[in-house]
């Protein structure tokens, strides 16, 4: 009996992990995130027009004589 082989040739084999390895998470897919920039963008341009609108009737209600606010304007 000759046992020659060295211990080395057993190393082709890859233990499996041990259970207490720490594993890297998986990266999620987030194809939702395109559209939530269109939103962001939307939502800014929405802000800069009512800011907008918001200081025309502040000059619309300051140019009035005091007596009656102007009418609700809803846009």
């Not at 233990?15 to 939103?39: D, Q």
Request: net charge positive; proline share 12%; aromatic share 6%.
């Amino acid at each position: 009996m000759q046992f020659t082989q060295s211990i080395g040739a057993c190393s082709q084999y890859k233990r499996p992990p041990s259970p207490k390895a720490i594993k890297p998470r998986p990266r999620v897919k987030r194809p939702w995130l395109p559209h939530l920039e269109e939103n962001k963008t939307n939502w800014k341009a929405r802000t800069h027009r009512d800011a907008e609108l918001r200081a025309q009737l502040s000059v619309v209600h300051d140019s009035s004589n005091g007596e009656e606010p102007p009418a609700r304007v809803i846009v």
